[in-house]
């Protein structure tokens, strides 16, 4: 099993719908990213979290929340999807000790929006 | 603006061959330096990380770093068709560990047997 699992792998939704994307590790890592992948506009980091009591705006927030549920547990929530966040989402954790780009990836969760 | 740039490629070497993948940053007080690989449709993964200036080896992989000219690069020897993937470079722009990562669009590389 990945040690960063992210459900769901691929959805398709609709304009307007709530979408939650899940993260889960189990690494024992207290940082926890999400990031968006887009052709031509690389990697973009959304939100990231330090601690359950921490909770970090990244560069494109807007339309974005997350909530981080436990230590190993960090989701993404479109509150009402638009069609310009088609992408790949990814997960990614460090731990405390980690250099700041020693990241582990989840497999990615590609969601389409209609 | 703080930037990472890679040349998009694709980058095609044939089987064997030294694959020579470069990357420039702007942020001259730049730490720290990774490289990932990412196939197609799968999920970025560190391959090297370098901290100084010089060359550091892992296996075939060799990352090289020249803070003065603000560049470090990727070397991959007797390249395989497996290599064939996006290779993304990361800086970290800041001292600490506590600073966002910036990431550059990658480069595509083609291992043609």
């Known amino acids: 099993d990945a040690d960063v699992t992210q459900t769901p792998r691929n959805r398709i939704t609709k304009t307007g719908k709530r979408i939650m994307l899940e993260c889960s590790q189990t690494?024992?890592?207290?940082?926890m990213y999400w990031y968006r992948q887009d052709p031509g506009l690389g990697l973009r980091l959304i939100y990231y979290?330090?601690?359950?009591?921490?909770?970090n705006k990244g560069e494109i927030s807007d339309g974005y929340s997350v909530s981080r549920q436990a230590q190993a547990k960090f989701s993404l929530s479109l509150e009402s999807a638009i069609p310009n966040q088609t992408a790949l989402y990814f997960c990614a954790t460090r731990g405390e000790y980690g250099n700041t780009g020693e990241l582990f990836f989840g497999e990615g969760s590609r969601l389409t929006v209609l | 603006q703080k930037e990472v740039e890679q040349n998009s490629g694709p980058l095609s070497v044939p089987e064997g061959a030294i694959a020579s993948l470069n990357c420039t940053y702007s942020d001259r007080v730049s730490q720290s330096f990774f490289w990932y690989r990412q196939y197609s449709g799968k999920s970025p993964e560190l391959i090297m990380s370098?901290?100084s200036n010089g060359d550091k080896e892992d296996g075939r992989f060799t990352a090289q770093l020249n803070k003065a000219s603000q560049y470090v690069s990727l070397l991959i020897r007797d390249s395989q068709p497996s290599d064939s993937a996006t290779y993304l470079c990361?800086?970290?722009?800041?001292?600490?560990?506590?600073?966002?990562?910036?990431w550059g669009l990658g480069t595509s590389l083609a291992v043609n047997p």
């Open positions: 370098i901290y």
């Open positions: 979290s330090f601690d359950v009591k921490d909770i």
């Open positions: 690494k024992g890592h207290d940082r």
């Open positions: 990361a800086v970290n722009p800041n001292a600490g560990n506590n600073r966002k990562l910036i």
